[in-house]
């Protein structure tokens, strides 16, 4: 085989193997978040990196419901994090955060990962939405971890829409109840009326009248 052909084998060779490790990575714990566009926030602070983070709202413009943020964060140290808080500086949102498992903590092992947001993973729930930011903004959002300490970045305000729609608030606001109407006209249920009419038992007459003397 010539040098040419045996340059050719080998650079075909090595674009299979990429292909093939990609794809490992792709079946892995983070297979979900290769489904949100790769353009979004990132930041890496020592350990800790977070990537794909958004703040999602409800899908239809100014319904009012809870908001989501959504990332994926990354420990590459030696010891586990837990994740104590994420908060929006600016706002007066409340972030609520759920493990995917269990009521403890949000947990990021040593030299993996942890996604938020999406069926079976951790959630962090903007419990009365985000009505400071409008979709398209870039917010402020502060990951607190317990070794890092805070880690923050910009995040996208999108609604749950597209890509992000599995990733969106799982509660969805109700329309009203309005009670069926069934054409009757209410009316009380009885009326109140006299018993009987009081009159007076007897009428006071005088007793006798008072007559002269005969012959007077």
């Known amino acids: ?4 052909l045996r340059r050719g084998a080998l650079a075909a ?8 490790s ?3 990575c792709g079946a892995g714990n983070d297979a979900q978040t290769l489904e949100v566009r790769p353009d979004n926030a990132a930041v890496t602070v020592e350990d800790v990196k977070i990537q794909n983070a958004l703040v999602i709202t409800q899908p239809d413009p100014g319904a009012v419901g809870p908001a989501v943020v ?8 030696r010891t586990r994090q837990t994740l104590d808080s994420i908060t929006l500086p600016g706002t007066v949102g409340v972030v609520k955060l759920k493990a995917a498992e269990g009521n403890g903590p949000i947990v990021v092992p040593a030299g993996g990962s942890v996604v938020i ?6 959630s962090a729930t903007i419990e009365g939405g985000l009505r400071e ?3 398209g903004d870039a917010q402020k959002v502060v990951f607190k971890l317990s070794k890092t300490g805070d880690v923050g970045l910009s995040a996208f305000v999108v609604p749950a829409h597209s890509y992000f729609k599995e990733y969106g608030p799982s509660e969805l606001p109700k329309p009203p109840v ?4 069934t054409g009757a006209v209410p009316t009380p249920s009885g009326t109140a009326t006299p018993s009987g009419t009081a ?16 012959g007077h």
């Open 13 to 20: 060779t090595a674009v299979v193997i990429s292909i093939a």
């Open 178 to 181: 309005t009670p069926p109407s």
């Open 22 to 24: 990609l794809s490992a």
């Open 1 to 4: 085989m010539s040098r040419s």
């Open 199 to 214: 009159t007076p038992t007897g009428a006071a007459t005088p007793s006798g009248e008072a007559t002269h003397a005969a």
């Open 70 to 77: 959504s990332a994926t964060v990354f420990n590459n140290g």
């Open 133 to 135: 930011a409008r979709n």
């Open 117 to 122: 947001g999406g069926a079976g993973n951790a």
